[in-house]
């Protein structure tokens, strides 16, 4: 069964913390709303199911989680898990009904996340988690989830030293 570590953090902005990582395909931030939000990224597993993929999305969903494991009671809602994007036509997975696809759109797109920051604004509290095997592995994951925090401080460093434009003059018509 699943253990989970959950880390106390220094408050940060959400979107300050995930921008550095918005060009990752499976980096995700969302907000819920019970008051938290919660960024996530490199997952331990994808599955993307498109319309055509006759695959049994729920037994691969359920593979993919292994047994319930309980949620640390300190912490927020999620704590780890399958998290992306479920579009409308997946439903005609678990119904007869007859939905147009659009050809670019998956039924399913989402990754499994053992490892996440939690944000919570209203209480200026910052969590990362971390969820595996045994108290080690969900430390561990926690711990790589926390470094995510230095991601800013680095690309604003990188930025620094990077060379700057030169100064353009404005020039008034008229």
């Known amino acids: ?15 300050d913390v995930a921008r550095p990582f918005a060009q990752d395909t499976y980096a995700l ?15 331990d597993n994808t ?8 695959s049994d ?11 319930c494991a309980p949620a640390a ?10 998290a992306g994007l ?7 997975r678990a119904e007869p ?18 490892g996440l920051l939690a944000f919570h604004p209203q209480r200026r509290r910052l969590l990362a988690i971390g969820r595996g095997a045994d108290a080690d592995a969900a430390l561990a994951r926690a711990l790589a989830a926390a ?5 800013k401080a680095r690309a604003r460093a990188a930025s620094a030293s990077a060379p700057r434009p030169m100064a353009s003059s404005r020039r008034r018509w008229g």
């Not at 009904?97 to 053992?114: A, S, T």
């Open 1 to 15: 069964m699943d253990q989970v570590s959950i880390l106390e953090q220094s408050w940060r902005d959400p979107l």
């Open 29 to 43: 931030l969302l907000t819920t709303p019970d008051g938290w939000t919660y960024f996530a990224r490199d997952p």
């Open 47 to 54: 599955l993307r199911l498109d319309g055509d993929d006759p």
């Open 57 to 67: 999305a729920f037994a691969a969903l359920s593979e993919g989680l292994g047994p």
């Open 73 to 82: 009671p300190e912490g927020p809602p999620f704590q780890g898990g399958w």
């Open 86 to 92: 479920i579009s409308y036509e997946f439903g005609a």
């Open 97 to 114: 009904v007859v939905l147009k696809r659009h050809p670019d759109w998956p039924d399913l797109d989402c990754g499994l996340y053992r």
């Open 147 to 151: 470094q995510w925090l230095k991601a």
